[in-house]
């Protein structure tokens, strides 16, 4: 079992950055897929990156294309998601989601573990 939280959410004007982490527990974390969802009010849980166990594949949305990206630092038991040119309609909870397989898994009930989320809030 994995736990994992999230940090570097916060309030930014649009067209600004933030770098979110997501720190887990346990010494077997390089063998978990992670992800990055997000969830606005009144809206369902959408992933916004996804990376393999060795960082040999990655996956993004169209909608977060080219502005976020997504790495592991497997010796610190971290995932991160910088987030560039962040628009007001990034704005939600954001929570990284994790798995024990060697794929690249895309939708939300293929992930066992999550986390407790981290706010992030783009104002125009």
């Known amino acids: 079992q994995v736990q994992l939280v999230e940090s570097g959410g916060g309030f930014v004007l649009a067209g600004g950055s933030l770098r979110l982490s997501c720190a887990a527990s346990?010494?077997?974390?390089?063998?978990?897929?992670i992800a990055w969802f997000r969830q606005a009010p009144g809206k369902e849980r959408d992933l916004v990156a996804a990376i393999s166990t060795s960082s040999g594949s990655t996956y993004y949305p169209d909608s977060v294309k080219g502005r976020f990206t997504i790495s592991r630092d497997n010796a610190k038991n971290t995932v991160y998601l910088q987030m560039n040119n962040l628009r007001p309609e990034d704005t939600a909870v954001y929570y990284c989601?994790?798995?024990?397989?060697?794929?690249?898994?895309?939708?939300?009930?293929?992930?066992?573990?999550w986390g407790q989320g981290t706010q992030v809030t783009v104002s125009s």
């Open positions: 989601a994790a798995r024990v397989t060697l794929r690249l898994l895309t939708t939300e009930h293929e992930y066992d573990f």
């Open positions: 346990g010494r077997t974390f390089r063998s978990y897929s």
